[in-house]
């Protein structure tokens, strides 16, 4: 039998003629598709199968898919699109500041999700190839008493302490750190958030520059690492040494 380079999708939806429906329809679209109704059964395929895109609804049972979410970034570049009800504006503002890739709202097009994911596919690829982060080659960058360790997306300090980075939050600091000295506006911040099918604001950014804060235990009022240029934007305000 021939080797395939199917891509691998988790479907995660606790109502069983949406679950269904979602399969056969990626099945038809070949992609092996693994099915979980709940929170249990999609951290159990999570760590059991190779998968390379979620499709969570956010409300199912046990953990929310937003819990879930936070989880499976903190371990794992997988592509994330979550699904919303129509009128869940804070549950899409809150998934995407977790680590989501992308969301759609219910009631969907079928087609339009095959197109989603298929993009995201591309962009999995894509920043999963350490030469396409905003680093290049690079493999730590050293700031005060951390080392950013680009391949991870983690944070060390000198004491052994460990934060992970959501993808937004990797991606916004990288920028950060390559125009190091330099006052960047919110709008220069999200022109260099690539490869994503979401359009971050202004209160997203200031969302995770108040996150990345809080891991690095950076006092806002007398910065050591991002300092905020009031009207305009965030500077990053240490030496950074690349490795």
């Excluded at 804070?90 to 998934?95: A, M, Y």
């Amino acid at each position: 039998m021939e080797a395939t380079n199917q891509s691998a999708l988790l479907i995660v939806e606790d109502e069983p003629a949406s679950l269904n429906l979602l399969a056969s329809y990626f099945t038809a679209e070949n992609y092996i598709v693994y099915k979980a109704s709940s929170s249990n059964q999609a951290e159990k395929l999570f760590s059991e199968k190779a998968i390379d895109i979620i499709l969570m609804d956010i409300k199912i049972p046990g953990r929310t898919g937003l819990e879930l979410t936070r989880e499976f970034r903190s371990r794992s570049g997988v592509g994330i699109i979550l699904v919303t009800q129509k009128n869940d504006d804070i549950d899409k503002i809150v998934g995407l500041e977790l680590g989501a890739d992308d969301y759609v709202t219910k009631p969907y097009n079928p087609r339009e999700l095959t197109v989603r994911v298929r993009n995201l596919l591309e962009r999995v690829k894509y920043r999963s190839n350490p030469g396409n982060s905003n680093f290049g080659d690079v493999k730590t960058a050293q700031f005060g008493d951390w080392t950013l360790f680009t391949g991870k997306r983690v944070l060390r300090n000198e004491a052994g302490d460990e934060a992970r980075l959501t993808e937004g939050e990797f991606q916004l600091i990288s920028t950060l750190m390559q125009y190091a000295g330099t006052v960047l506006n919110r709008d220069q911040i999200m022109n260099h958030m690539k490869h994503r099918d979401w359009f971050p604001t202004d209160r997203t950014i200031d969302v995770m520059i108040a996150r990345i804060r809080k891991k690095l235990g950076d006092d806002r009022t007398n910065p050591k690492y991002i300092n905020t240029a009031h009207g305009t934007g965030y500077i990053f305000v240490a030496d950074v040494v690349y490795c």
